[in-house]
């Protein structure tokens, strides 16, 4: 398997502007999780799915957020209008079971800049 | 909300050395897991003790958990210059059930060849 994979790796944007992440977890896995890494706050989960229902989204900062799993093998997390503080590096992660009861698999992470 | 909380402290040292940090969390946990991240990339992860369990290995990993003291230790030997990267703790809080984690800010690890 190639593990989960994100795209873009990379997002440069100007304020205002929507945003689109977008995820792949590994197949079979039921259990899919967007973080957020920032230097002053570290890692944050944002938002998780079970079987492709959000099962906590109280991490989501504000309703600017919004996150959809259409199917098992894919997720997006939208900010409509971005702002410079959402600056970050975003993570997916997905595993099988229960989401804490097992190791979490990260992708590679999208590094978005807001100006 | 509860988190697992490493030494804030960057550590380098010379290959060879061992590493050792420290997690320290507030509330009953399910288990705690180590996580390694390098520069620019996800996390991977290391590690797996469960409430029940005091020690764990894995190869060169060591890890330590005292439910009591609500703290955990990992214990790198012999430390390679790959072994670079920031090393996260994150707790399963039985409040969460077992869904999801709660992670701690880091640790940087630097190892001079």
């Known amino acids: 398997d190639a593990g989960v994979i994100q795209s873009p790796r990379h997002e440069v944007t100007e304020m205002g502007q929507e945003v689109t992440l977008r995820c792949k977890p590994i197949?079979?896995?039921?259990?899919l999780f967007w973080y957020r890494q920032t230097m002053m706050r570290g890692l944050e989960l944002l938002i998780y799915?079970?079987?492709?229902?959000?099962?906590?989204d109280s991490g989501m900062p504000e309703d600017r957020f919004s996150a959809k799993m259409p199917n098992a093998s894919f997720s997006t997390l939208k900010i409509q209008p971005s702002e410079p503080r959402d600056s970050a590096v975003y993570f997916c992660?997905?595993?099988?079971?229960?989401?804490?009861?097992?190791?979490?698999?990260f992708g590679p992470g999208t590094r978005l800049t807001v100006l | 909300s509860q988190q697992g909380e490493e030494d804030p402290q960057a550590l380098s040292i010379q290959e060879g050395e061992n590493a050792t940090m420290n997690c320290s969390y507030k509330t009953s946990i399910n288990n705690l897991q180590w996580y390694r991240q390098n520069s620019g990339r996800g996390l991977v992860h290391l590690i797996l003790?469960?409430?029940?369990?005091r020690e764990k290995h894995s190869g060169r990993l060591r890890v330590t958990l005292d439910t009591s003291k609500k703290s955990s230790s990992l214990l790198i030997t012999a430390s390679r210059a790959a072994d670079t990267a920031s090393y996260f703790c994150?707790?399963?809080?039985?409040?969460?059930?077992?869904?999801?984690?709660?992670f701690g800010k880091g640790n940087q690890v630097v190892v001079i060849p």
């Open positions: 799915f079970n079987n492709n229902v959000p099962i906590d």
């Open positions: 994150a707790t399963v809080p039985t409040s969460y059930g077992n869904n999801r984690l709660a």
């Open positions: 992660a997905s595993n099988q079971g229960a989401g804490g009861r097992s190791e979490q698999f």
């Open positions: 197949s079979g896995h039921d259990y």
């Open positions: 003790i469960r409430s029940n369990e």
